[in-house]
């Protein structure tokens, strides 16, 4: 794994809880309007963990409130730090990341809707994996 892919991942962190497990039933499900809210289609993380914070072991968890219109995209200027990290370069980066986001729009009796939600994106280290020297 690179080092840029483990950034990415590393700052994936909720952004998985709230995509699907599976994107092809997403979608289906957004073709049907059976999610009431929006829903994360994106295939990687677009969150990038700042590198020099990443070597300094830096982590954090920032909330940000979005606002997804019917389409599902995010629009940027209504993107906001509900709840900081406490690391003004943390709180930056997932702004940043969020234009990025895609998603399947919520919808309500069946018709796509904008909807504000919040959204976690949780900056964390991955463990390196441990090798079992027998």
Not at 29 to 38: I, L, M, S, W
Not at 65 to 71: E, I, Q
Not at 106 to 121: C, E, K, L, N
Request: with cysteine; charged share 20%; aromatic share 6%.
């Amino acid at each position: 794994m690179t080092v840029t892919g483990g950034l990415r991942i590393a700052a994936l962190g909720a952004l998985l809880a709230a995509c699907a497990e599976d994107p092809e039933q997403v979608r289906r499900d957004a073709a049907t309007g059976r999610n009431e809210v929006p829903v994360a289609i994106n295939g990687e993380s677009p969150f990038q963990y700042p590198p020099d914070l990443y070597d300094q072991g830096l982590e954090g968890e920032v909330r940000l409130r979005l606002y997804v219109d019917s389409a599902g995209r995010v629009l940027p200027e209504s993107t906001q730090v509900a709840a900081s990290s406490g690391t003004p370069r943390l709180d930056s980066a997932a702004v940043a990341g969020a234009a990025q986001l895609r998603f399947a729009p919520a919808h309500r009796d069946g018709v796509p809707v904008g909807m504000t939600f919040y959204q976690p994106v949780i900056f964390r280290r991955q463990a390196a994996p441990t090798v079992d020297r027998q």
